[in-house]
């Protein structure tokens, strides 16, 4: 089956520093991808629409230069938090658009990275 | 632009009683629905999806759902609930056109024995 692999699933950093998470569809291409943030007991809020080979689209209210999203490859998007502050602790997700046919898709998603800003 | 109403925050059941979780979305055209559930710290496992023709979706787990277009919802059934099902369940609904996935509030659901 269809796997997405996010990394890393666990990071700490200090105020002020830039941390990046990738996330890699492992046996599928992907050309588009979505990340997410969960704040705790609560919903997924989509942040984002990265597309590869282009800019990445983001939801309104949502800080473009704060969240910094890559799509080089057809397998890979990244999302760098840049300049972390203790308010961009969270649980971040991404998800990878998955065509299986006609107007069949899916979307399969990464375990998650928890962030925590020190 | 597409969103879901999931109007219980928390639901509490008996092992082995039946389960039913709310869903109803708002959409202008015939939307995809999906339900994911989430364990603890983890990734999004999806349940079942819903895109054309029978309305009564199977999914894993024993679970399934309804779409009902004239009520706008999507509910999610079990006969008889499991221990292990204990988790937090997310009605989320695609818009064909964005490819966006918008997702519900969530529901926790707790088992007891």
């Known amino acids: 089956g269809a796997v997405v692999s996010q990394h890393p699933s666990r990071v700490i950093c200090k105020s002020g520093t830039s941390v990046k998470i990738e996330c890699r569809s492992l046996?599928?291409?992907?050309?588009?991808m979505f990340w997410y943030r969960q704040f705790p007991k609560q919903s997924l809020m989509l942040m984002a629409t990265?597309?590869?080979?282009?800019?990445?689209?983001?939801e309104q209210g949502v800080e473009k230069d704060k969240f910094l999203i890559n799509h080089a490859s057809l397998t890979l998007s990244t999302l760098t938090v840049t300049s972390a502050h203790p308010e961009d602790s969270s649980f971040y997700i991404c998800?990878?658009?998955?065509?299986?046919?006609?107007?069949?898709?899916?979307?399969?998603f990464g375990s998650g990275t928890r962030l925590t800003v020190v | 632009a597409q969103s879901v109403t999931q109007p219980d925050i928390h639901i509490t059941v008996s092992e082995g009683a039946s389960l039913e979780l709310r869903c109803n979305y708002s959409?202008?055209?015939?939307?995809?629905l999906f339900w994911y559930v989430q364990s603890p710290g983890q990734g999004l496992q999806l349940l079942l999806k819903?895109?054309?023709?029978?309305?009564l979706v199977q999914g894993i787990k024993g679970f399934e759902a309804e779409f009902k277009r004239s009520q706008s919802s999507f509910n999610l059934r079990k006969p008889s609930v499991h221990w292990s099902d204990a988790a937090e369940y997310f009605c989320?609904?695609?818009?064909?056109?964005?490819?966006?996935?918008?997702f519900g509030t969530g529901t926790r659901l707790q088992v007891f024995p």
């Open positions: 819903y895109f054309s023709g029978d309305t």
């Open positions: 046996d599928f291409q992907a050309t588009t």
């Open positions: 998800s990878a658009l998955r065509r299986l046919g006609g107007e069949d898709y899916g979307y399969t």
């Open positions: 990265s597309n590869e080979g282009s800019k990445a689209t983001y």
């Open positions: 989320a609904v695609g818009a064909p056109r964005t490819d966006k996935l918008i």
């Open positions: 959409y202008g055209a015939t939307p995809y």
